[in-house]
């Protein structure tokens, strides 16, 4: 009888280790809440071995380079709880994310456990406009710039990579902080695209505002992309496509070329405010409806040192 007892002991005691298994309780989403450009935040998750035997994290990934995560050790024994920490860097966030993962692979017969974070982009602060321009007619601006609720924000430097571009600080009605621009340099004989750059302290991003001079002579076109469809007519004079030009100042058109045997181009000669080239097809040159090509026409003008450069597709 009581052999009989030890063997039942025995058997017991077999069953049980082979039902015995560690088991993973984590959270499976979690809120990170507001996270500020240029703010990096940091999250520990609790991690418990509720199983009863020893729970092994064999690796730990992650869904996005913006994030880092730290395991403090392999194994975790049971009724343990082990800190997991999560660090989110916003500036290596790309796009509209707003979601990252953790993936925990364990020896838990689940083997793995996925954490999803869920979180809130925020701006550390806004402006307006989001363009600094100067003309003829406009020798100074004001850019607006409102710090986020609660958010220190102090501007150190104020740097134009156009020459003749000064600046002065002062604080706004409702706080914000008014950068007012001046322009000072030489006449504008031509256009000038330029970045001015506004630095604050080391936890805030910098604000680059896009800065244009622009020239009385700067010539605009419409539309900026031609289109030429299939279906026009192949009568060889009637126009396929135009495009507008016109300027503050006279302007002559010097050069038109189409890098397309499809296409005869026609422009307006002399000087004027307003032009338009008219493209037509060539004779007996109409392509196939099945075709699909991409071209493109050169416009040099008398006031630019470049020619106008715009793209041309053939639709059905």
């Known amino acids: 009888m009581k052999r009989l007892a030890i063997c039942s002991a025995i058997i017991c005691i077999g069953f049980a280790n082979v039902y015995a298994q ?85 020896n838990d017969p689940k083997k793995l456990h ?18 600094v321009a100067f003309d003829e007619n406009t020798s100074r601006t004001t850019v607006h710039i409102y710090k986020r609720a609660g958010k220190d924000l102090t501007v150190k430097t104020v740097e134009s990579s156009i020459d003749g571009v000064s600046h002065k600080l002062s604080t ?40 244009k001079l622009i020239s009385p002579s700067e010539i605009i076109f419409a539309p900026t992309v ?14 396929v496509a135009s495009i507008e030009l016109n300027s503050k100042n006279e302007f002559g058109i010097v050069s038109t070329k189409v890098e397309s045997g499809y296409l005869r181009v026609e422009h307006a000669e002399g000087a004027s405010r307003d032009h338009k080239v008219l493209l037509y097809w ?3 040159q109409v392509p196939e409806t099945s075709q699909f090509m991409k071209s493109k026409i050169l416009i040099t003008t008398s006031v630019q040192d470049e020619p106008i450069e715009l793209p041309i597709y053939f639709t059905p």
């Open 172 to 211: 706004g009605r409702s706080g914000e902080i008014e950068v007012e621009f001046f322009y000072s340099g030489a006449e504008i004989a031509k256009s000038l695209d330029g970045v001015t750059t506004i630095r604050f302290q080391e936890d805030v991003p910098n604000l680059e505002i896009q800065t």
């Open 226 to 239: 031609v289109l030429v469809s299939f279906k026009s007519s192949a009568n060889t004079e009637v126009h």
């Open 282 to 284: 060539q004779e007996g």
């Open 114 to 131: 996925a954490v999803t974070l869920d979180f809130t982009l925020v701006e550390p602060y806004t402006y307006r406009p989001k363009v």
């Open 22 to 106: 560690p088991k993973l309780s984590i959270e499976s989403h979690i809120d990170f809440g507001e996270v500020e450009i240029g703010e990096n935040m940091e999250l520990v998750i609790p991690a418990k071995n509720v199983g009863d035997q020893t729970l092994e994290l064999q690796r730990a990934s992650k869904s996005c380079v913006c994030t880092e995560v730290t395991v403090p050790k392999s194994t975790i024994e049971p009724g343990e709880e082990m800190p997991i920490t999560v660090a989110l860097d916003p500036e290596k966030i790309s796009g509209s994310q707003r979601t990252v993962t953790i993936s925990l692979f364990t």
